[in-house]
């Protein structure tokens, strides 16, 4: 059984760090094909894909944010991580992790964890 | 980065109608089309991907299309259950890139 699960500080202030994890069970991050993204989705509104990592490391962001952003994951392949600079409200959003395997649409998705950006 | 262009923003059908809504996307992304539906609260679920095949577990009257870079999704006889916000999302390039999506509602 595949599953996600987004952890996050819940609440920040402007000008700090973002620091998200996805969890994950029932598959590996090393099988060949696979691949986490991150997307968001500010209340009310559409989807944004962040940023992806793949099972061979290789790591692929939105051009728009790309200078914010840092995907990684651990060595036994079992969480992917989001590390987002600079925050501002704007950021503000639920936050999700999502699976994609030999190809580019999400499978399976996290529950979602909501972020909130204020002083 | 390409742009999906979705319509309606939203759309009321009633229960037994057939409703569809539809993706353009800015350049050709060869089929690699994806809809998804999201009720309140919840996460996306997958329903289409590759423009018409149809995810595991998805009821069959949930359908899939495309006509050059014209995406379409059709839901024949609606049931209470299909209100809920449904994206495209072309999976052809990134960044990944998903419509403003179509809210539903079942009269």
């Known amino acids: 059984q595949v599953t996600l699960k987004e952890s996050g500080p819940g609440m920040l202030q402007p000008s700090k760090t973002l620091s998200l994890t996805c969890s994950f069970s029932?598959?590996?991050?090393?099988?060949?094909?696979?691949?986490v993204s991150w997307i968001r989705q500010p209340s009310g509104k559409s989807l944004e894909w962040l940023a992806a990592?793949?099972?061979?490391?290789?790591?692929y962001y939105n051009p728009s944010l790309k200078s914010r952003l840092t995907v990684s994951k651990n060595t036994s392949n079992t969480q992917v991580f989001l590390k987002i600079t600079s925050v501002d409200i704007a950021d503000t959003a639920t936050y999700y992790c999502?699976?994609?395997?030999?190809?580019?649409?999400?499978?399976?998705w996290g529950q979602g964890v909501m972020v909130t950006v204020s002083s | 980065d390409i742009q999906m262009t979705q319509s309606p923003a939203s759309l009321s059908a009633s229960l037994g109608e057939t409703v569809t809504i539809e993706c353009l996307a800015s350049e050709d992304i060869y089929s690699n089309l994806a809809w998804y539906q999201q009720k309140p609260g919840k996460s996306p679920q997958l329903l289409i991907y590759?423009?018409?095949s149809l995810q595991d577990g998805v009821p069959s009257r949930f359908s899939g299309s495309e006509s050059g870079t014209q995406y379409s999704l059709e839901i024949n006889s609606l049931q209470s259950e299909d209100a809920a916000t449904y994206f495209c999302?072309?999976?052809?390039?990134?960044?990944?890139?998903f419509g403003s999506g179509t809210k539903l509602e079942i009269k």
């Open positions: 999502a699976r994609a395997y030999n190809s580019g649409y999400a499978d399976y």
């Open positions: 990592i793949d099972w061979d490391g290789d790591k």
């Open positions: 999302q072309q999976h052809h390039d990134y960044p990944f890139t």
């Open positions: 029932g598959f590996s991050l090393s099988t060949s094909g696979m691949v």
């Open positions: 590759d423009a018409s």
